[in-house]
């Protein structure tokens, strides 16, 4: 084989059941550096994939997969250890370089993410039917397609807070793909403020807003969140748990006196309890809730 077409990089590939999806991924995203795939979600869970570059310089050569591989087996074997699972035996595959940041998009076609939201890849054509609108977006490196159970939810508290209170402004903290915060001006936000941590992420989000149209009402930055200022009538963050009680402060301070806040990326029971426990002290009262497998999502209303 010539180094012309030689495989550059090593797809590794593991069940996850629901519970481990999000710390799974987040893993496989550590241990690969690169990128990440999950499969469409089943009653029992989904695939995660890991995409690991291989070096061609590197003297142990052969051994590199059976290194990764070993790796990755070990300390996903850890992870599931902490939630009282089994991990099973990841599967490789080598890819050429060119295929490897294409090979998931097989997963990601046209979806009904909730009643009248349609969200499409670029290299899928779409025909929407009368009352539906189209957000386009590539989902890159960055989380969120909307296939996700938390994302599916926060799109729909989302919409009913804006469809109630018809908010001019909000802030989508966490913003990953954008997915949110277009949903956001799509539903009558005339300004919206994005921000992540991850720079893939903003490049990710920043592309998916201009290709809609959204540049004029939805700016994205690497802007942390305590340094945002100003107050918004409707907050959104998908995030996890541990994260949102971090910032519950954060997010108070933020928001207008009887403005709503809309969490999600919380597990049912007790996350939910501790982050409803933790807001209401804040001055936070929970409107609604949903609940999607294993998830739940939150609405809020500051007095």
Known sequence: MTSATRPQWLKIT????????EPAADLMGVLSGAGVEQSPENEDGALISGFFQLDDDDPAGPDQASSLLTRVEREMGELFALYGCVVSKP????????????????????????????????????????????????????????????????????????????CREALDVGTGTGILAMAAALSGAEQVVAIDNDPDAVAVALDNIANNGFAGKVTVSITPVDQIQGSFPLICANIVHDVLVELAATLTRLAVPGGHLVLAGILSGDQETNIIRTYRQLGWQPLDRLHQEEWAALLLRRD
Not at 14 to 21: E, G, I, M, Q, Y
């Open 91 to 166: 599967t490789s595959q080598l890819l050429a370089d060119q295929d490897w940041a294409t090979c998931w998009q097989q997963y990601f076609t046209p979806i009904e993410i909730v009643p009248g939201l349609v969200i499409k890849p670029s290299w899928e054509d779409y025909q929407p039917e009368p009352g539906q609108m189209v957000i386009e977006m590539d989902p890159g490196m960055a989380f969120g397609t909307g296939q996700h159970a938390s994302t599916r939810m926060a799109l729909a508290l989302i919409r009913q807070c804006l469809e109630a209170c018809h």
């Open 14 to 21: 593991l069940f996850c059941p629901h519970p481990l999806l």
